[in-house]
């Protein structure tokens, strides 16, 4: 089957540490993408990536850092940095220079601070 | 910068009645909107996709429509069903077709 994966699906966290969260795809889709979602809120762009070993950050990308060393691969580091990572990550991928517009999301990465 | 608002932020209708969702974007020079649907503690879905080309585009019981002009989309679900109950998400892209801006999504429920 075709799709995204995140894994895992609850992460906990405590005070200094780093998290990595997967994230990957088997669509073909050339660019991925790390959105953060609160209780209530809208998702907020983290960093994405249009192609193998290039990303950008988006508007909230303080205490994170990506990597794409793999078409199919686009982790995402929590870093000590990141003063309040408690929230539902989502990542997604599309393929707009082959044509697919539409954002396709994986399940989702609950990460917790203890 | 590109802002999208979706009102209202909750709704709660009676099964089979029919309903309309609001999504407004500040900038209109969009490439496209995308709804979309979230069960609690799930992904997103995709839903319908409307290029900014077209006027509306349907699946299903869902119809969605697009003015550029005014800035302004609505999402028409027909015959609610208690299935259908989910939050629904609306979101364009920052620029060109790339990155999604999302509104704060409307929470639908639908009671039987």
């Known amino acids: 089957d075709g799709g995204i994966t995140q894994s895992p699906k609850y992460l906990f966290r405590k005070e200094g540490q780093n998290v990595t969260l997967s994230c990957e795809q088997n669509?073909?889709?050339?660019?991925m993408y790390w959105y953060r979602q609160d209780p209530g809120q809208g998702l907020r762009l983290i960093y994405y990536s249009q192609i193998v070993n290039d990303f950008q950050k988006g508007d909230i990308a303080e205490g994170y850092s990506v990597s794409r060393e793999k078409k199919e691969s686009f982790p995402l580091t929590v870093t000590s940095a990141q003063k309040n990572p408690t929230a539902f990550y989502l990542c997604?991928?599309?393929?707009?220079?082959?044509?697919?517009?539409?954002?396709?999301f994986g399940p989702g990465t609950r990460l917790t601070v203890l | 910068k590109q802002e999208v608002t979706q009102i209202p932020a909750a709704l709660s209708v009676p099964e089979g009645e029919n309903l309309v969702l609001n999504c407004s974007f500040t900038d209109s020079a969009i490439y496209n909107l995308q709804w979309f649907r979230q069960d609690p503690g799930k992904g997103l879905t995709s839903l319908l996709l409307i290029q900014s080309s077209q006027r509306e585009q349907t699946s299903g019981r869902l119809n969605a429509s697009l003015d550029k002009s005014s800035g302004r989309s609505t999402l028409y679900i027909a015959a609610s069903q208690p299935g259908d109950s989910a939050t629904y998400l609306c979101?364009?892209?920052?620029?060109?077709?790339?990155?999604?801006?999302f509104g704060k999504g409307t929470r639908l429920s639908v009671i039987a």
């Open positions: 997604a991928s599309s393929s707009p220079s082959g044509g697919e517009d539409t954002q396709y």
């Open positions: 669509l073909n889709h050339d660019a």
């Open positions: 979101a364009v892209p920052y620029s060109g077709n790339t990155p999604l801006v």
